[in-house]
Structures are given as C-alpha cells and as structure tokens.
C-alpha cells in the first residue's frame, strides 16, 4: 500500500507532513511520487491567501477522476484551511470523495480515520485537540536538516492574518522535552536544527516558570557535537537583547535571522497590529549588526494592505534598501474573510497591487545583487544539504547566514561540511568551489 502527501504552505506544515507520513507508515503503507499510484492520498493545506486556496481545491477536485479508477483509495484533507469555520462542510457537499478531514490539532487521529476510511466509514472533525509531540513518530524527509516544533499556535492577531484562527493560542512545549529531542536527533546523525514557531521570541511566555527563549538558546548552545542551529519566525516587537546575545555567544547557533518587517510604514504597520514603527525596526536591525556582523537578515514584506498609498509603498522600497535583507519573501496583500482587515476601507485594486510587487521584487533583486558581488572570492562553511537537480553532479547548502550555494561535488558529502570559495555570484545564486573539506 502506498501513500502521497501533497503539502502547501509553511515550514509548519512540512513537519505536520513528516507526522502525517509517521502514522501512514505505522500502518503499512510506503509513501510515493504521486496520487495516482497511491492508496492514501493526503492534502495538507495553508489558506494563508487565497490563491494558495484556489490551488488547492482546484488539486483535490482533480482527485475525482483517479477515485473513480480506484475507489478505494483513501483521500484526506488536513491542516490549516480545513481547520477554518464552514471549510470542511464545504469539502463533505462539494467533494463527496473526500473520505477524512481533520485540522490542525488532531492529527493524532488520522491514524482512526485511516482505518475507519477502510471499511468505508468517513471522518470530519476539526475539534481542537491539545496535542504532544511526543504522540508522534515522524517520517522526517529532510535530512541533514530536523525541524523542531517549540510552540505552537500565535496570539499576535496581525490584522491580515488567518493563523491565530486556524492554529489556536499559543502553546510552549517544556525545554527539557525539546533538549532530549534535539539530543535524539544529534545522536541519530542530523547536522541542522530548525526550531519552529509562528513567534520563536515569544517561547514560554504560557509556561509561567520563567523559560523563555533565550534561555532555551543557551541551553541548546551547549550540547556538544557539530551541528547548527536555525530558527523562525521572529517576531520584531519580541526580539529581546538576550536572544541576540544567545546567538553570538555559541558558534553553533547560525548567524542568521528571519525578521518578518511587513511594512515600511508605521502607520500601516499599526493598522496590521504589528506593535513596532519603522524607526523600532531599524534600530533593531543596527543592534543585530552591531553584535553580529556576518549575520543574514531575511524578512517578508506585504504589498497592497488596505489604504497603502504611494508614500507608504515607497516608505517600503526605501526601508527595503536600508536593512539590506539578504533576501525578501515578497507578498500581495489578500483579503482573509475573519480577519479585521478584511472589512476595512480602501482596498487597494490589483492592477496597484500588482505593480507594487514588481517594483518590490527588483528593489530587493538589486539588494540581493549587491550582497552577492560582496561575497565573491570569499570562503564560507557550507552543509552540503542535497543535489541540484538542475545540473550533472552539483550539490547545494547554505552558508551560515542562510545564502544557498552550489557546487561540483558528490551525494556521499550529503551532511558533511565543506568550504567553498564563491567563484560566481550574479543575484540570488551562488556558484562556488570547494577548497577543503572536513568530515
Ligand atoms: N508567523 C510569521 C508569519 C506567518 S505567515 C510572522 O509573524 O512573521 C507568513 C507570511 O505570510 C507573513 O509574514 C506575511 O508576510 C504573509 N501573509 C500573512 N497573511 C497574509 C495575507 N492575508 N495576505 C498576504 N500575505 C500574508
Ligand atoms: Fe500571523 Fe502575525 Fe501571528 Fe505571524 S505573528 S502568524 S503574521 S498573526
Ligand atoms: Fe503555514 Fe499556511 Fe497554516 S502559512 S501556518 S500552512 S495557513
């Protein structure tokens, strides 16, 4: 028996995946390369815009024909955009195929749903359910690289945004359960580890005895071995000194920060609800080059929020040019029917919306740009993470401050760090070659 996962959206959801995977797997099946083949296929779903939505019921309306073939094959639908109100009543009338859909807290029982859907009994539940990590045995896929949830759920209510929604309040796991995670990754060989959180800072704010997230740097800052650490997403209004230090005292944790900014005016940003003006900001990015000089800076930015004029789009591109983010994942505003923003006035049309971007993505191109030129001729530490499908016996992995880099080389380093000098460095890609090579 086989199984497909199909998954969108975030980070978060990659590792719901490798749990999903994990309960497949306990059951006998194998997973494969794509839904006709499969006995079980699950979509795990983001409905952070909406075309992430369209896409995806556009996918699982595609299913209907192979069911046909195949009748009983398992189809699932679980994650963020099931969990939202009305989303899986829509999915039982609209779809009658669709055997199971869960959301976001109780994927502990798919592994029910699974059974039941074998002798043909359908499950739609959606109850938040407080889950353990440790109720699941992940299938991880992305060796060398472990992602480790540290809380879940956010409590921030951007004003756009459909995650506190579809992902419930904010719940810290305990330190000492992640360290006795991360300790079984390291001794199972894994060289990156990921921690995961809508807002990493704001790690153990629930927990009422005193864990907060620098402490919990610290204590993973210790543990021996080579390794590296990476963590997102950071929230800007509760990046702390602390943390910042955290990352400069232990060579292991990368110099490397996702600081989603959003927007480069502070009045839009008070209309996100973002707690910070454009001046706080920028200030917190001088404290982090201050202290950390290498350090990579990435963000996201949004475009077109309700009543953006030309000056706040402007006040973006020129803060853009100031933090020199080493990269921007760049985003047009969609309307998330829940969320405050939805109903306020001035929606921008999208013809601006669309010109907006495109002006966004060559501003950052040409920050980008430069910060590659810069790196020309440099050596970085890199960990060979896997091959370059594009391109005969080429291998990629990041450098310390998170910039992809690709390079001759073999799948046996897969996991091993090497050095490379950067030999091409046009805009976002990195060509270099490999000076030495330690095991
Ligand atoms: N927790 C993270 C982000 C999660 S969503 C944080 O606070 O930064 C990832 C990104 O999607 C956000 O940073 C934002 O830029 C974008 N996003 C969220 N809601 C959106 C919406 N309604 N329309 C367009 N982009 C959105
Ligand atoms: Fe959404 Fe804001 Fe929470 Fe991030 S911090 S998940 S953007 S509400
Ligand atoms: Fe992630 Fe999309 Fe959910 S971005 S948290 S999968 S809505």
Redesign the pocket.
């Given at each position: 028996m086989k199984y497909f996962i199909h998954t969108y959206g975030?980070q978060m959801n990659v590792h719901d995946s490798e749990k999903i995977a994990g309960i497949l797997e306990s059951l006998g099946y194998e997973s494969c390369k794509n839904a006709a083949e499969a006995d079980a296929v699950v979509f795990n779903t983001c409905c952070?815009?909406a075309t992430a939505e369209q896409k995806i019921y556009g996918h699982i309306g595609e299913l209907k024909k192979i069911k046909r073939q195949n009748p009983n094959m398992i189809v699932a639908v679980c994650g963020c955009m099931s969990q939202q109100d009305g989303v899986a009543e829509k999915i039982k009338d609209s779809y009658p195929f669709v055997d199971i859909v869960l959301g976001t807290s109780n994927l502990t029982m798919l592994k029910d749903a699974v059974i039941n859907a074998r002798s043909k009994k359908k499950s739609f539940n959606v109850d938040f359910v407080s889950y353990k990590e440790e109720d699941f045995v992940e299938s991880r896929t992305s060796f060398p690289n472990a992602w480790v949830n540290i809380n879940y759920g956010?409590n921030?209510f951007?004003t756009?945004?459909?995650?506190p929604y579809v992902r419930g309040r904010e719940r810290s796991r305990s330190l000492a359960d992640i360290i006795s995670e991360i300790n079984s990754l390291l001794k199972d060989g894994y060289k990156e580890i990921t921690l995961l959180g809508?807002?990493v800072n704001s790690y153990g704010h629930d927990l009422q005895n005193g864990e907060n997230f620098a402490q919990l740097l610290h204590e993973i800052g210790k543990l021996e071995g080579k390794f590296r650490l990476r963590f997102m997403?950071s929230?800007p209004k509760d990046l702390s000194e602390e943390v910042i230090e955290a990352v400069s005292a232990y060579p292991n944790i990368c110099n490397n920060i996702h600081l989603?900014v959003?927007s480069g005016s502070t009045e839009i940003l008070r209309r996100m609800n973002r707690r910070y003006t454009r001046e706080d900001y920028l200030k917190l990015i001088e404290k982090i080059r201050a202290k950390l000089p290498d350090v990579g800076i990435t963000t996201?930015?949004?475009v077109g929020f309700p009543g953006e004029s030309e000056q706040d789009f402007s006040d973006t591109l020129d803060l853009v040019r100031q933090a020199k983010f080493s990269s921007a994942?760049c985003?047009?505003?969609?309307?998330?029917k829940g969320?405050p923003a939805y109903s306020m006035p001035n929606q921008i049309p999208s013809d601006v919306k669309r010109s907006r971007i495109t002006q966004l993505l060559a501003c950052q191109n040409e920050v980008t740009k430069e910060i590659s030129r810069e790196m020309l001729g440099k050596r970085f530490e890199i960990l060979v993470e896997g091959a370059n499908d594009h391109y005969k016996n080429t291998m990629c992995g990041r450098t310390e401050s998170g910039r992809l880099v690709n390079f001759v080389g073999d799948e046996n380093s897969i996991g091993e760090f090497v050095t490379v000098e950067i030999e091409k460095a046009k805009s976002a890609t990195l060509w270099g070659r490999i000076v030495t090579e330690e095991k």
């Amino acid at each position: 028996m086989k199984y497909f996962i199909h998954t969108y959206g975030c980070q978060m959801n990659v590792h719901d995946s490798e749990k999903i995977a994990g309960i497949l797997e306990s059951l006998g099946y194998e997973s494969c390369k794509n839904a006709a083949e499969a006995d079980a296929v699950v979509f795990n779903t983001c409905c952070i815009r909406a075309t992430a939505e369209q896409k995806i019921y556009g996918h699982i309306g595609e299913l209907k024909k192979i069911k046909r073939q195949n009748p009983n094959m398992i189809v699932a639908v679980c994650g963020c955009m099931s969990q939202q109100d009305g989303v899986a009543e829509k999915i039982k009338d609209s779809y009658p195929f669709v055997d199971i859909v869960l959301g976001t807290s109780n994927l502990t029982m798919l592994k029910d749903a699974v059974i039941n859907a074998r002798s043909k009994k359908k499950s739609f539940n959606v109850d938040f359910v407080s889950y353990k990590e440790e109720d699941f045995v992940e299938s991880r896929t992305s060796f060398p690289n472990a992602w480790v949830n540290i809380n879940y759920g956010c409590n921030n209510f951007c004003t756009y945004c459909i995650v506190p929604y579809v992902r419930g309040r904010e719940r810290s796991r305990s330190l000492a359960d992640i360290i006795s995670e991360i300790n079984s990754l390291l001794k199972d060989g894994y060289k990156e580890i990921t921690l995961l959180g809508q807002n990493v800072n704001s790690y153990g704010h629930d927990l009422q005895n005193g864990e907060n997230f620098a402490q919990l740097l610290h204590e993973i800052g210790k543990l021996e071995g080579k390794f590296r650490l990476r963590f997102m997403t950071s929230h800007p209004k509760d990046l702390s000194e602390e943390v910042i230090e955290a990352v400069s005292a232990y060579p292991n944790i990368c110099n490397n920060i996702h600081l989603p900014v959003q927007s480069g005016s502070t009045e839009i940003l008070r209309r996100m609800n973002r707690r910070y003006t454009r001046e706080d900001y920028l200030k917190l990015i001088e404290k982090i080059r201050a202290k950390l000089p290498d350090v990579g800076i990435t963000t996201d930015i949004m475009v077109g929020f309700p009543g953006e004029s030309e000056q706040d789009f402007s006040d973006t591109l020129d803060l853009v040019r100031q933090a020199k983010f080493s990269s921007a994942f760049c985003f047009v505003y969609s309307r998330r029917k829940g969320t405050p923003a939805y109903s306020m006035p001035n929606q921008i049309p999208s013809d601006v919306k669309r010109s907006r971007i495109t002006q966004l993505l060559a501003c950052q191109n040409e920050v980008t740009k430069e910060i590659s030129r810069e790196m020309l001729g440099k050596r970085f530490e890199i960990l060979v993470e896997g091959a370059n499908d594009h391109y005969k016996n080429t291998m990629c992995g990041r450098t310390e401050s998170g910039r992809l880099v690709n390079f001759v080389g073999d799948e046996n380093s897969i996991g091993e760090f090497v050095t490379v000098e950067i030999e091409k460095a046009k805009s976002a890609t990195l060509w270099g070659r490999i000076v030495t090579e330690e095991k």
